[in-house]
């Protein structure tokens, strides 16, 4: 007889991973290289380790080892709250009256109150490997750069967050949670860098974009001595560190000897998405079994359902290396959703890959629908969750709801990424009815596509 599943099911503490898993290594088609900008030759070594610490550029540029040993110190930071709990929504089944199984793997266990924290401590730990003084990085909504103050705090590293303009006037509270932790921050653009000074001289008044954040955070690392920058998704390197959650995902069902048939996750740039499915992935790449996976991104920025698989830079300021991926280009300016983790204009390569390659399914879903899927899963599941993870609930509700009208008994898996205590004037927006689903038109889309460089 099969054991009966409990609410939660736990990892002990032993049971956490040693090691992350390199979906690449089991890639026939590999994720295409990051090109030099000016040279269009694929990035060395030697050219990224100016922007980045010397093991995670290894970690970037290495599509062959299968298995990369967690170090000890990054074990114990992960054990503050790791293992994370495998939750069977028991809840969520009944209100739906659905004969679907719904389990959703939960990240916000953390004071950032997201998984982001997985890669954070993994980049803090290879900058202070290296002797280095700091960090740099680029924050949006805030999660990672909250994430990143956690981890340098711990490992004793200085940290500049070059902050979105419009969060940091909209979002204090994220803005000194990572003043608490230690780090400083910077409204971007800012007259702090060269960039930052064109773009106020040529759009005063801006209230500023990640892409933008991202080319002074880069120019911050690469004229101070002893600073490197850190990227919270999109990488190569940030997909292999957060397979420690699809790692556990996984070793929480085999102990319960279930298969999930859908494995659900909201994409941004791809990170979670990428660590949820990692080692399923791994087994539908080598044959050994199948599953349906769904990216969820918002209709608002539809990078995989409606972009094109293209290499383009990764920030607006055309400093970055060039990346192969489903992109809105670089000048595509998401209209401002409720999601901001969700509003990057590329994708990760390595998914854009696995897509390209049909190995995977992605969807779009409107704002207010994601809201509506929030607010019925905190309901009768209890956590409150953020926007981003309200992406994976909308399919994951979408897809149960299917199940009770067939009758099909699926086994769903989603990645809930974390907490939405921070996000609550958006939630404001939504209960006051002033919440609009703005998607792109055809015409938007292609006067962006018509600025991605020229690669052949
Ligand atoms: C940043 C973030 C995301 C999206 O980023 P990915 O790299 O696509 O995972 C999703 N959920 C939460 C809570 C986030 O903070």
Redesign the pocket.
């Known amino acids: 007889m099969a054991k009966e599943i409990p609410y939660k099911i736990y990892l002990e503490e032993n049971e956490m991973p040693d090691s992350w898993y390199n979906v690449r290594a089991d890639m026939k088609n590999k994720p295409a290289p990051l090109l030099n900008p000016g040279t269009h030759q694929p990035m060395t070594a030697a050219e990224l380790g100016g922007v980045f610490c010397d093991d995670l550029v290894a970690q970037e540029l290495d599509d062959t080892t299968a298995y990369i040993p967690i170090p000890d110190e990054i074990r114990s930071f992960y054990r503050m709250y790791r293992p994370s709990p495998l939750v069977r929504a028991y809840c969520l089944e009944e209100k739906l009256q659905t004969p679907a199984k719904i389990y959703y793997k939960f990240?916000?266990n953390n004071t950032?109150?997201?998984?982001?924290l997985n890669s954070a401590i993994a980049q803090a730990y290879y900058a202070k490997k290296q002797g280095l003084k700091g960090v740099t990085t680029e924050t949006?909504?805030g999660?990672?750069g909250t994430?990143l103050s956690m981890a340098c705090a711990y490992l004793g590293l200085d940290c500049k967050v070059f902050m979105v303009k419009v969060s940091y006037e909209q979002k204090p509270f994220r803005r000194e949670v990572m003043r608490t932790y230690g780090a400083s921050v910077t409204p971007s653009p800012s007259p702090d860098t060269a960039i930052g000074r064109r773009i106020l001289a040529e759009h005063p008044g801006t209230t500023g974009s990640l892409g933008c954040a991202i080319s002074e955070a880069v120019e911050a690392a690469t004229t101070n001595e002893g600073y490197r920058y850190v990227l919270?998704?999109?990488l190569n390197q940030?997909l292999l560190h957060?397979s420690v959650i699809g790692l556990e995902t996984k070793a929480a069902l085999d102990k319960y000897g279930i298969k999930p048939d859908i494995i659900i996750?909201?994409?941004?740039?791809?990170?979670?998405?990428?660590?949820l499915i990692s080692p399923f992935m791994g087994e539908k790449l080598r044959g050994e079994a199948d599953y349906q996976i769904i990216a969820i991104e918002p209709a608002s920025c539809p990078s995989f359902t409606r972009g094109r698989f293209a290499y383009d830079f990764a920030d607006t300021g055309m400093i970055c290396p060039l990346a192969k991926m489903y992109t809105l280009g670089s000048n595509f300016i998401p209209s401002p959703n409720h999601?901001?983790?969700?509003r990057?204009h590329g994708?990760?390569p390595i998914l854009s890959q696995l897509y390209h390659d049909g190995l995977m399914e992605a969807r779009s879903v409107e704002q207010t629908s994601v809201f509506k899927a929030a607010e019925q899963f905190a309901r009768v599941e209890g956590i409150l969750?953020?926007?981003?993870?309200a992406?994976a609930i909308r399919a994951a509700i979408d897809e149960a709801i299917k199940c009770k009208e067939t009758g099909e008994e699926k086994t769903i898996v989603f990645?809930l990424?974390?907490?939405?205590y921070f996000d609550m004037v958006a939630y404001e927006k939504f209960h006051n009815g002033e919440m609009s689903d703005y998607i792109p038109t055809d015409e938007e889309l292609e006067a962006s596509f018509a600025k991605l460089p020229k690669v052949d």
């Open positions: 990240e916000g950032s109150g997201s998984h982001k949006g909504a999660q990672w994430a919270g998704s999109v940030v957060q996750g909201c994409a941004g740039g791809g990170s979670n998405l990428g660590g999601a901001g983790g969700l990057y994708m990760s969750p953020a926007p981003e993870s992406h990645g990424t974390g907490t939405g």
